[in-house]
């Protein structure tokens, strides 16, 4: 639970010291050094409260580029909505409980109805423009589009448009639920349904009615793709099966593959350039459990370079300790999750503690196992027993 915040108002040119830890360099390492904060960003020097972080380390915010677990804030159970307001604040304070001070919100847009329909997401959307200037961290959004959703072009179009500029994520979960239905398999389509809160047979109905527009579907990511250019918005491929679809994605101007489902497209990637973001769930267990790519082996063999949240946000945290403990420098396993995720969604003034970009800290009390005690979005401090 948060024991304490306070705010300090860029506008106001308030200013705070953080004294007596260690701070990570832009080289990677530790060092015996203050930080300055004045107006929201970090400065090199400075007056104001003095916040005493003996023993521990300061380090640069969390950017977490894809996390849903939003999503049973929102609807903890089928059919189920909350009050967004009364959800988002929940959100936010979990998120800053993880040190996560940048978070990209994965809002699934397609046909499906429900929690994952486009009713679902124009709510968001609004509801998120209505409460950003009440929330504490940097809550974002990132559009899981199904590209079977032709509907919702026109959505998406209106908000490419809103500051700040969405991620867009080209995702093909549909292909897997028509494959789902050709085996058969009741029991994981009335799963789906259930989230949809509608009847199976109606979840079938609306499967079928997609049948027709799959031609269609190439055209129609062209287009998006171009608006999302036009837009400057960072573009994701999902879940890439193999190489030549990361090929076809690259084409687009999709610089970032998301969650690919083999090493021979992560590496495909990495040989471009690119940056490979895969889940820190998955790291955490050792294993995907769909049977996909090891986030853990791929961080290790060099092939990832940026861990997300997925579906639950103290998994960062979690999978950057377990590095450390196993070896990695702790520089190394904090680019993870700060540096390299910032760099690859394009926000070049945070994921680094350098005077004048953004005032995003964690701080971290290690021991046997690492506590956060206090974290700081653009100059908001939260401070935890």
Known sequence: MVAHAARADGRKGEKMRFVGGEVLTLGGTLRADEVHVSGGEIATSGGGPVIDVSGCWVLPGMVDVHGDAFETALFPRPGVEMDFALAMAAVDRQLLACGITTAYHGLSVGWEPGARGIAAARRFMSGLADLRGDLSADHRVQL??????????????????QEPVPALAFN??????????????????????????????????????????????????????????????????????????????????????????????AKAAVEMGEHVVLGAPNAARRQSHKGNLSAW????????????????????????????RDGMALGDAWALVSGNPATAMGLHDRGAIVAGKRADLVVIEPGKRWRIRHVMAGGVLSSFG
């Open 144 to 161: 899981r589009w199904d590209v079977f959703a032709h509907d919702v072009v026109d959505d998406l179009r209106v908000w490419l448009r």
């Open 172 to 265: 093909d979960h549909t292909t897997e639920t028509l494959e789902t239905v050709a085996a058969g398999q009741t029991g994981q389509l009335e799963k789906w349904a259930r989230r949809a809160g509608v009847s199976l047979e109606a979840y079938l109905a609306d499967l079928e009615m997609l049948a027709a527009p799959q031609d269609a579907i190439p055209e129609m990511v062209q287009q998006v793709a171009a608006m999302a250019r036009a837009a400057g918005a960072v573009m994701l491929g999902h879940d890439e099966a193999t190489a030549e679809e990361r090929a076809a994605h690259r084409a687009l101007g999709v610089r970032v593959s998301e969650f690919p489902l083999s090493e021979a497209v």
């Open 297 to 324: 082996e791929a961080v290790k063999g060099g092939t990832c370079a940026v861990l997300a949240s997925d579906y639950y946000y103290p998994s960062l945290l979690y999978v950057v300790e377990q590095l450390v």
